[in-house]
């Protein structure tokens, strides 16, 4: 073998040796990538009404699927910063389990059902031929971030005839609670109870205006 061929043979050793390292180095440095954040999943739920006895309505009531407005509307948990109240956020790995305007419906049934307020509490899609429809509308949902960190819900509830549209009774209730801290958890557990408050005073002005 000439003293050129040896030379490029060993050209050739050289360049797959670095090539051989360079990918090791590749191969190592996505190994010590940090994990991407998981994603995480949070639901709305109320502790059960404790009914009384004494029923309000003597037809059916049904609860129709709440409405709202952009962000409010998806599974996306939004938060806003105590300095800037106009200014929403969505997270990027926080989601509720359903989205909230089935999620706020779902437990409003079963609250009223629990309360006893009617003889049947269903869904549209039960086809219950219920004489009242009760509306709501999802109008704040929300953590703040600040001090002190807190979680902010506002609905509408209302009640009219199907038949006529003859409104009975509408109003909007408003809750601020106080998170135990920061956490996305604490404020998912904060709006739970801001959300039991509102049903409770939803059910006790029906039963002050019967």
């Not at 954040?37 to 309000?56: C, E, H, I, S, W």
């Not at 609860?63 to 948990?77: Q, Y």
């Not at 506002?154 to 009975?168: A, F, N, P, R, V």
Request: hydrophobic fraction near 40%; charged fraction near 25%; glycine fraction near 8%.
């Amino acid at each position: 073998m000439d003293k050129a061929a040896t030379m490029r043979k060993r050209t050739r050793g050289a360049w797959r040796g670095l090539t051989s390292a360079l990918v090791v180095v590749f191969l190592a440095g996505a190994c010590a990538q940090p994990d991407l954040p998981k994603d995480n999943f949070y639901r709305l739920q109320v502790t059960p009404a404790q009914g009384q006895g004494n029923k309000l309505f003597s037809d059916g009531i049904e609860v129709e699927r709440f409405v709202a407005d952009g962000l409010t509307a998806s599974r996306t948990i939004v938060y806003s910063a105590g300095t800037q109240p106009n200014q929403l956020s969505e997270y990027h790995y926080h989601f509720w389990t359903e989205p909230p305007v089935v999620m706020l419906r779902d437990q409003l049934v079963d609250y009223l059902r629990q309360a006893g307020i009617a003889d049947r509490i269903v869904t549209p899609e039960l086809r219950g031929n219920a004489r009242y429809v009760l509306i709501g509308k999802i109008k704040r949902l929300e953590q703040v971030v600040g001090s002190p960190p807190r979680a902010v819900l506002e609905l509408e509830l209302g009640l009219l005839e199907d038949k006529t549209g003859k409104l009975i009774y509408l109003n909007t209730y408003r809750i601020d609670k106080t998170a135990a801290s920061a956490s996305v958890g604490d404020a998912v557990v904060a709006l739970n109870q801001g959300l039991g408050e509102i049903f409770a005073r939803f059910v006790a002005d029906l039963e002050a205006r019967s």
